[in-house]
């Protein structure tokens, strides 16, 4: 079997998930708009007392990000299983982890980098003092692709089962909970104006970690959702 | 024992599947050469599906062998289609996924593929559009570009009218004569004609514990 190039196999995937995200734009803007409304939410529920507002900002925006995230987890391989296309991937001969990268990549660029791009707002909505928003964005853009990759794991274990939704959600949040502890005791430092270095290097690691082992934790559910 | 270098492109023996401790077909044996086409016969639920998943290697034999050339292709009743993409963007998908026999002739070979299996009039359509015979054909089309000599294709006819099965023939017939093999399973009521063929019926696990108590 002359089997394609991995490279070029890696572009066409990344290629059809833009189109297809491009074809299902309203299922994509779900998640942003969610997270648009927790986030509003909060300045009703809580009070609107601008220090108030300040202090649990980071936590707020952080938690409203990372429920976004899982609500667009589902479909992730959700559609590709269901109709055959999984299983004429795994046969094709191509890696497996290159498949879940590529997809894992795609859905970082669809559904993550857009809440980096809107946390400027949010932040502007929560009255998050000046000095911590820059660390804000920055931790959202290290973290956000850590919750697409570990959730790509959750997706791909769950993927066989009927509903699957609220499975993920209990197995993933708890591998979020270090990443949610981490961003924002960062932002809350930088509002003090203390050190935070520390923390966004663990989750720089903890990035690196993720996107060199969780491609392969995917690869392995998958497999073992098709059997 | 088979030697592993022997001439057959499939050889199966003994071959069974277990799902929770109890076998989903009485084991079968066979072998497949360059050129026949092997009918794998037998009714709804008796097991034909998961062979050919063994074969192609999404499941893993529970009693067996196995000894296969290369990776077979594998056609089965999901059509791997997107709902939201045209018919020529799904093939289109594929051939750049899974590689061509000429992937420099991309364009042209696309054309010719969508004229080939029939969907010209559709190929901008999207695929949520089609019927499930159309369906049908956008997935055999993987049958013209792929380059695999062993094709496993499970209930290739349903949903296909007399000049798609006309179509699928005549594919059929070139592979088989360009020295290809082919697996296929069928429930009884529509069967391939004017081919020599094997043919191998199988029984399920059941069926024969049924029997014995009887």
Same mark, same amino acid.
Request: aromatic share 6%; proline share 5%.
């Given at each position: ?7 070029? $196999?890696?572009?066409?995937? #990344?290629?059809?998930?833009?189109? #297809? $995200? ?13 997270l648009l409304?927790v986030v509003t939410l909060f300045p009703l529920g809580v009070g609107p007392s601008p220090t108030l507002l300040a202090n649990i900002a980071p936590g707020v925006i952080w938690i409203a990000a990372l ?48 809440i980096v791009l809107l946390s400027p707002l949010l932040a502007m909505w929560m009255n998050l003092p000046d000095e911590g928003l820059l660390i804000l964005i920055e931790s959202l853009a290290i973290g956000t ?6 959730? $790509? ?7 066989? #089962? ?18 949610l502890i981490l961003a924002t005791s960062a932002v809350s430092s930088a509002v003090v104006d203390l050190p935070y270095t520390g923390q966004l290097?663990?989750m ?17 559910? #998958? ?5 | 024992?088979?030697?592993?270098? /022997? %001439? ?26 360059? @050129? &026949? ?5 037998? %009714? ?17 034999? %529970? ?17 791997? !289609?997107?709902?939201? +993409?045209?018919?020529?963007? /799904? ?7 899974? @590689? ?17 299996? @029939? ?11 089609? %019927?499930? @015979?159309?369906?049908?054909?956008? &997935? ?17 006819? &349903? /949903?296909?009218?007399?000049?798609? !099965? ?30 020599? +063929?094997?043919?191998?019926?199988? !029984? ?11």
């Amino acid at each position: 079997m002359s089997k394609q190039a991995t490279g070029t $196999a890696f572009v066409a995937l #990344l290629r059809r998930d833009f189109l #297809l $995200a491009y074809r299902r734009r309203a299922e994509l803007l779900q998640p942003l708009v969610f997270l648009l409304v927790v986030v509003t939410l909060f300045p009703l529920g809580v009070g609107p007392s601008p220090t108030l507002l300040a202090n649990i900002a980071p936590g707020v925006i952080w938690i409203a990000a990372l429920l976004a995230t899982v609500l667009s987890l589902d479909s992730l391989f959700r559609s590709d299983f269901e109709d055959g296309t999984l299983e004429q991937m795994v046969l094709s001969g191509q890696s497996l982890a290159l498949i879940a990268l590529a997809r894992t990549v795609a859905h970082w660029l669809v559904a993550g980098l857009p809440i980096v791009l809107l946390s400027p707002l949010l932040a502007m909505w929560m009255n998050l003092p000046d000095e911590g928003l820059l660390i804000l964005i920055e931790s959202l853009a290290i973290g956000t692709p850590v919750l697409s990759l570990i959730g $790509a794991i959750g997706g791909a274990l769950t993927v066989s #089962l009927k509903r699957g939704g609220q499975l993920l959600s209990l197995l993933v949040f708890p591998l979020y909970v270090p990443l949610l502890i981490l961003a924002t005791s960062a932002v809350s430092s930088a509002v003090v104006d203390l050190p935070y270095t520390g923390q966004l290097g663990l989750m720089v690691s903890g990035l690196i970690a993720s996107l060199t082992l969780a491609p392969f934790a995917t690869a392995a559910a #998958l497999k073992l959702s098709l059997s | 024992m088979d030697l592993p270098n /022997n %001439s057959h492109m499939l050889a199966v023996t003994g071959l069974s599947f277990e799902r929770y401790f109890e076998r989903v077909f009485e084991p079968v044996s066979f072998e497949l050469d360059a @050129g &026949s086409l092997l009918l794998i016969t037998g %009714s709804n639920g008796c097991g034909k599906t998961t062979l050919l998943r063994l074969l192609a290697g999404l499941l893993d034999p %529970s009693e067996g062998k196995i000894q296969k050339e290369e990776q077979p292709l594998y056609a089965g009743h999901f059509p791997a !289609i997107k709902d939201d +993409l045209s018919v020529e963007e /799904n093939i289109r998908f594929w051939m750049k996924f899974m @590689g061509t026999r000429k992937s420099d002739q991309m364009d042209g070979l696309c054309e010719q593929v969508i004229e080939e299996i @029939g969907l010209t009039p559709v190929a901008q359509q999207e695929g949520r559009t089609l %019927s499930a @015979g159309q369906r049908k054909r956008c &997935s055999l089309a993987r049958l013209l570009f792929c380059d695999e000599s062993l094709w496993l294709l499970d209930e290739p006819y &349903s /949903n296909l009218d007399p000049q798609g !099965i006309a179509m699928l023939d005549s594919i059929l017939k070139t592979h088989l004569t360009s020295g290809g093999a082919c697996i296929m399973t069928t429930h009884g009521s529509l069967r391939p004609e004017g081919f020599d +063929l094997q043919e191998c019926h199988m !029984i399920s696990g059941r069926e024969r514990y049924a029997g014995e108590a009887a």
